[in-house]
T-cell receptor
Framework: DQQVKQNSPSLSVQEGRISILNCDYT??????FLWYKKYPAEGPTFLIS?????DKNEDGRFTVFLNKSAKHLSLHIVPSQPGDSAVYFC????????FGPGTSLSVIP | DTGVSQDPRHKITKRGQNVTFRCDPI?????LYWYRQTLGQGPEFLTY????????KSRLLSDRFSAERPKGSFSTLEIQRTEQGDSAMYLC????????????FGPGTRLTVL
């Protein structure tokens, strides 16, 4: 049973608009959440994280929102750029890191 | 570039053969992780080391899999008697300090078992 779910396998967004990637989790013991980005033929690279004691963390164009009661987090990218096209993995940690299946984002020029 | 490196990048083998992969982490990182990734899935945790000690192994890691980090630096992952179901991307990552700290991933080793 997947503990971290990303129900949208893919997402297309116009350049300059907002990209919203969603993630749901089932384990209430998770206390840290991360987003990774992956380009083809490369390993995932860390993007942004959030502790369970916060509900928002912002870093430049990237903002992660956490709703603990709903066991839901989302990654907002504003404005979206073509270079943001990649697979985005949501991950959660209670000691070890559990990854979701990923969402493939395409930003259309 | 002193990132995480993995060798080889690609490995094709016949069913029943043994294979060994190597991971060189970022030099000051004390934690080293192995993951397996199949098509359409995120990385699945296999095992991790803190320095030379292997602290946790996933139940995905069958008896045919063994990992070592003998001097707390590089690590090897060996798969004995490979099966077609072992075909996947094997990713190594390293981090410093707490388990949820940012993990830096290598490019992976893609294994194909014929």
């Amino acid at each position: 049973d997947q503990q971290v779910k990303q129900n949208s396998p893919s997402l297309s967004v116009q350049e300059g608009r907002i990209s919203i990637l969603n993630c749901d989790y089932t384990n209430s013991m998770f206390d840290y959440f991360l987003w990774y980005k992956k380009y083809p033929a490369e390993g995932p690279t860390f993007l942004i994280s959030i502790s369970s004691i916060k509900d928002k963390n912002e870093d430049g164009r990237f903002t992660v929102f956490l709703n603990k009661s709903a066991k839901h987090l989302s990654l907002h990218i504003v404005p979206s750029q073509p270079g943001d096209s990649a697979v985005y993995f949501c991950a959660a940690s209670d000691g070890k890191v559990i990854f979701g299946p990923g969402t493939s984002l395409s930003v259309i020029p | 570039d002193t990132g995480v490196s993995q060798d080889p990048r690609h490995k094709i083998t016949k069913r029943g053969q043994n294979v060994t992969f190597r991971c060189d982490p970022i030099s000051e990182h004390n934690r080293l992780y192995w993951y397996r990734q199949t098509l359409g899935q995120g990385p699945e945790f296999l095992t991790y080391f803190q320095n030379e000690a292997q602290l946790e192994k996933s139940r995905l890691l069958s008896d045919r899999f063994s990992a070592e980090r003998p001097k707390g630096s590089f690590s090897t992952l060996e798969i004995q008697r490979t099966e077609q179901g072992d075909s996947a991307m094997y990713l190594c990552a390293s981090s410093l300090g707490e388990p949820f700290n940012e993990q830096f991933f290598g490019p992976g080793t893609r294994l194909t078992v014929l």
